[in-house]
């Protein structure tokens, strides 16, 4: 098992959703795409009400900065991942954009520390533990489907914005029974992509114009609150390396004719020149 111990970047995160779930008006979008070889691409911003980043004592620059110098101590996502200023509908904040990640970094990307470990289900299994939603995750590829799921658990930490008193401002980021996401003005929407069709899912909905693509834009689904699992293929329907070959095969049959009839006639046309 491989514990990842506490980073900035995850601490950030953290604390900045935690005040922006006080006073509302922020927006987060994510896109996280699965590959066949198991890598992960992950792009996603968050975008705050100026009064949410003066709240917290905080600046654009400054944010874009903090989350620049947790990705230099991180050695292993060198190279992976970028931050940068965004700007959005009168809201700023900041885009990460993530490339060639295993599903673990993905996980942990914008989390506080995880756990990895395989669970002896298939050959690449993993699993990992959120601290900010106390949600455990799993990841799994076998038998040409990838399986994707997350089950919540007590939450393990309260997190309370810069420069707010615990007693008047602590949040737990896993779930306020008393936040109202749409009167706060709290827009969420996460995207996940595979390689073939969603089969089945128990959070958000497919896509209608992509059914690679599960949609979850609801607070408590978003925010981990809730179990969820998603199966999709692992390729395109009646695709694979197979074939590939057959149509290959195929196409060397079709030549080989073309090429037989073409013999054939020229051999014909031939005979019947005086």
């Not at 669970?119 to 990992?128: I, L, T, W």
């Not at 073939?196 to 958000?204: A, C």
């Amino acid at each position: 098992m491989l514990r990842r111990t506490r980073t900035r970047l995850g601490a950030l995160a953290l604390v900045l959703l935690s005040a922006a779930a006080l006073s509302g008006c922020y927006t987060m979008k994510s896109t996280t795409v699965f590959h066949a070889d198991d890598t992960v691409d992950v792009t996603a911003s968050m975008a705050f009400d100026e009064s949410v980043l003066t709240q917290l004592g905080q600046t654009q620059d400054s944010i874009v900065q903090q989350f620049q110098d947790s990705l230099a101590a991180q050695p292993d996502l060198a190279g992976k991942v970028t931050v940068a200023p965004y700007d959005a509908d009168g809201q700023t904040g900041f885009s990460v954009t993530a490339t060639g990640l295993t599903p673990a970094e993905a996980t942990s990307l914008l989390s506080s520390n995880i756990d990895v470990s395989s669970d002896g289900s298939s050959a690449d299994g993993s699993s990992s533990t959120d601290p900010g939603t106390a949600a455990t995750q799993l990841y799994s590829h076998s038998g040409g489907t990838i399986t994707v799921s997350s089950t919540p658990s007590t939450p393990s930490t309260d997190a309370t914005p810069a420069g707010a008193q615990s007693s008047d401002a602590t949040v737990t980021i896993s779930g306020d029974a008393s936040v109202d996401p749409t009167a706060l003005g709290i827009v969420i929407e996460e995207r996940y992509t595979f390689p073939g069709p969603v089969q089945s899912t128990t959070i958000g909905h497919v896509d209608p114009d992509d059914p690679n693509t599960v949609v979850v834009d609801d607070y408590s689904q978003a925010q981990g609150l809730t179990a969820w699992q998603i199966v999709a293929a692992d390729a395109a329907p009646g695709f694979s390396f197979g074939n590939v070959g057959l149509l290959a095969l195929c196409g060397l049959l079709v030549v080989g004719a073309i090429g037989a009839f073409g013999y054939a006639l020229t051999q014909i046309m031939g005979a019947r020149r005086p």
